[in-house]
């Protein structure tokens, strides 16, 4: 079984939607987890880091559920901007070294 | 720009031959990764370094790859021999670890190896 776990997607939905994506993983020693934005054919963005009681930045709110195993990213008013790969990415253990990529959750937003 | 950055930014080379690249991490920072990644899929992890010191190599690192961050700033991964199936795009990160930290890490634009 994958340490991490995505839907691929594609999502598309319409500009002013709300979205959800979520990602499971299987390692439940998994400590640290966080959410990046992956344009076309450029680097990986932290969006932001995960925190056990859930957090919010702006129009994006990331949860987490260690009793499920999952992690959450919710979307709200979606811009054309959005358009994007999502990836959720964790560190196991008290070392906190290497990051745990899922494969990516492709969204568009069209207007 | 005081971010992650890597060289070069593309790299086309015949199968056998042999390339580096480098990778300097935002200058705070004591820890540095690369990364390989593949269309479709999220990046995978070759090797880490805090300071000086590699501290961790995936089984994905055969023989053919060496990493290298002698002065504990700037990082090198050469690849030996190169293959047709290590074109990917080559991602180095970086981030600053104490007492406290998740761990963020910072990604640098990432070198684009072709192997023909």
């Known amino acids: 079984r994958k340490e991490v776990e995505q839907d691929p997607g594609p999502f598309n939905v319409p500009e002013g939607a709300t979205v959800a994506f979520n990602c499971t993983y299987s390692?439940?020693?998994?400590?640290?987890f966080f959410w990046y934005r992956q344009d076309c054919r450029k680097e990986p963005k932290l969006l932001m880091s995960v925190y056990s009681s859930g957090n919010e930045d702006g129009r994006f709110t990331a949860q987490l559920n260690r009793a499920s195993q999952y992690i959450s990213l919710l979307i709200r008013d979606s811009k054309l901007s959005d358009s994007a790969t999502y990836l959720c990415?964790?560190?196991?253990?008290?070392?906190?070294?290497?990051?745990?990529f899922g494969r990516g959750t492709q969204l568009t937003v069209w207007p | 720009d005081t971010g992650v950055s890597q060289n070069p930014r593309h790299k086309i080379t015949k199968r056998g031959q042999n390339v580096t690249f480098r990778c300097d991490p935002i200058?705070?920072?004591?820890?540095l990764y690369w990364y390989r990644q593949t269309l479709g899929q999220g990046p995978e992890f070759l090797t880490y370094?805090?300071?000086?010191?590699?501290?961790?190599k995936s089984r994905l690192l055969s023989d053919r790859f060496s990493a290298e961050r002698p002065k504990g700033s700037f990082s090198t991964l050469e690849i030996q021999r190169t293959e047709q199936g290590d074109s990917a795009m080559y991602l180095c990160?970086?981030?600053?670890?104490?007492?406290?930290?998740?761990?963020?890490?910072?990604f640098g634009p990432g070198t684009r190896l072709t192997v023909l």
């Open positions: 370094f805090q300071n000086e010191a590699q501290l961790e």
């Open positions: 200058s705070e920072h004591n820890r």
């Open positions: 990415a964790l560190t196991r253990g008290s070392t906190l070294g290497r990051l745990y």
């Open positions: 990160a970086s981030s600053s670890v104490d007492r406290g930290s998740k761990n963020e890490q910072f």
């Open positions: 390692n439940s020693a998994s400590q640290s």
